[in-house]
């Protein structure tokens, strides 16, 4: 079967950095996303990752390595507007999204 | 109209109720979709639209049925709705299935 593992919740200082981890099982890789969703709002683009390697933009980054079926999005000077739920999703062989359930992220100050 | 948008907001339904879910954008996107958010799921595909005129069922299909008779409207219809079907339904789109997705704001629906 086709399985996105994140974690449910983490918690990060204002100001901090914090990385949060994506691992997947699919049937065939098409690449992967990131996406913030904030409480209540639509999901938005983050960012997408293709080939092995960091992806960077502004204060977010994102890392994939294809062979361990892993990613990872970085959050550097964290701000409080950055508490959300980040969802990753791997494109697979029918290029269709598999979703991941989320990371809430509590920024505490 | 900017982007995508999606009516009702809101609404509960009785159960065995037929409802459809309006989805618009004016992006002249070829692809769109339908999903559904549970809470401790992620986001499970309904049905989707490669382009106008055609359709496909996703990873829940089940219960609900779709048309894309143009490029900008892509409506999801619940025939007879079950209190299963409670949930948070968004529409997206892409200029295509190779790009990312554009959410709209979501219709929170409540099967009673």
């Known amino acids: 079967g086709q399985n996105i593992d994140q974690p449910t919740e983490m918690t990060a200082t204002e100001g901090a950095i914090v990385q949060i981890n994506c691992t997947y099982q699919t049937s065939g890789f098409n690449g992967l996303f990131w996406y913030q969703q904030h409480a209540g709002e639509a999901p938005t683009f983050l960012s997408y990752?293709?080939l092995d390697g960091l992806e960077e933009k502004g204060r977010f980054s994102s890392f994939l390595s294809r062979s361990k079926g892993y990613s990872y999005l970085l959050l550097k000077e964290l701000q409080m507007k950055d508490s959300a739920s980040y969802l990753c999703?791997?494109?697979?062989?029918?290029?269709?999204?598999?979703w991941g359930a989320g990371t809430k992220l509590i920024i505490k100050p | 109209i900017a982007g995508i948008t999606q009516a009702p907001t809101s609404q509960i339904l009785a159960a065995g109720r037929r409802m459809t879910l309006r989805c618009t954008q004016d992006?002249?996107?070829?692809?769109m979709y339908w999903y559904r958010q549970d809470l401790g799921l992620g986001l499970r595909l309904i049905h989707y639209?490669?382009?106008?005129?055609?359709?496909g069922k996703g990873e829940v299909p089940d219960g609900y049925s779709v048309s894309r008779a143009n490029t900008d409207d892509f409506p999801l219809t619940l025939a007879s709705a079950v209190p299963s079907q409670t949930s948070v339904y968004f529409c997206?789109?892409?200029?295509?299935?190779?790009?990312?997705?554009?959410f709209g704001p979501g219709t929170r629906l409540t099967v009673l």
């Open positions: 999703a791997v494109r697979d062989s029918n290029y269709q999204l598999i």
């Open positions: 992006m002249r996107h070829n692809a």
């Open positions: 990752n293709v």
């Open positions: 997206a789109s892409s200029d295509s299935v190779e790009n990312e997705q554009f």
């Open positions: 639209s490669n382009t106008a005129g055609t359709t």
